[in-house]
Antibody
């Protein structure tokens, strides 16, 4: 069974950094596009960014709200993707989900349980 | 960015009745070269990640009950639950995957009347 598991969340001060991980199993990770989506408590879903596969030169795209502060990377040998977050702000407080599209479309079919990031002094 | 607007924000429905959620995109998500609408619907229950229900605006994901259906094209879309069950209480989101940034509607909370 395919699954993704996020980790690395926690409490960080404003201006600080944090690195999240997304470990995948049961799927062809190297060929998958990996997206990050976040959700503040009681709020809606916000797309953070994505990283493409090696065949697409590991191309990355980010939401304007995190551009320049967040970096997505991947290590296909470990079936793991990462979300490096710098210059964190209180508005970055959210549950961060890793998600992978289904084969038939770029819709998000596989989700992890998420990891909570709290930015507070 | 494509703005996705859902209506209503909250939808009380009696058990066994029909629930209809609307989603409007600020620009068309219909790709003319393949005539496909790059629109998905998700269901999210408290404490859980979202679950994909519908993609290509009207294709049900494997395992999704057939009481869930999607329709629409271009900029106007609808998710219909034909006969609401207790387990359908959740927040529903539409999302476009036509372009980046990917964007979601604000969500519609379906509850029992």
């Amino acid at each position: 069974e395919s699954q993704v598991v996020e980790s690395g969340g926690g409490l960080v001060q404003p201006g600080g950094s944090l690195k999240l991980s997304c470990a995948a199993s049961g799927l062809m990770f190297s060929g998958s596009v990996i997206h990050w989506v976040r959700q503040a408590s009681g709020k809606g879903l916000e797309w953070v960014g994505r990283i493409r596969s090696k065949g697409n030169n590991y191309g990355t795209t980010y939401s304007p709200s995190v551009q320049g502060r967040f970096t997505i990377s991947r290590d296909d040998s470990k079936n793991t993707a990462y979300l490096q977050m710098h210059s964190l702000k209180s508005e970055d407080t959210a549950v961060y989900y890793c998600t992978i599209p289904i084969l038939e479309a770029d819709a998000f079919g596989l989700w992890g349980q998420g990891t909570m990031v709290i930015v507070s002094s | 960015d494509i703005v996705m607007t859902q209506s209503p924000d909250s939808l009380p429905v009696s058990l066994g009745e029909r629930a209809t959620i609307n989603c409007k995109s600020s620009q068309s998500v219909l790709y003319s070269s393949n005539n496909k609408n790059y629109l998905a619907w998700y269901q999210q229950k408290p404490g859980q990640p979202p679950k994909l229900l519908i993609y290509w605006a009207s294709t049900r994901e494997f395992g999704v009950p057939d009481r869930f259906s999607g329709s629409g094209s271009g900029t106007d879309f609808t998710l219909t639950i034909s006969s609401l069950q207790a387990e359908d209480v959740a927040v529903y989101y539409c999302q476009q995957y036509y372009t980046t940034p990917r964007t979601f509607g604000q969500g519609t909370k379906v509850e029992i009347k």
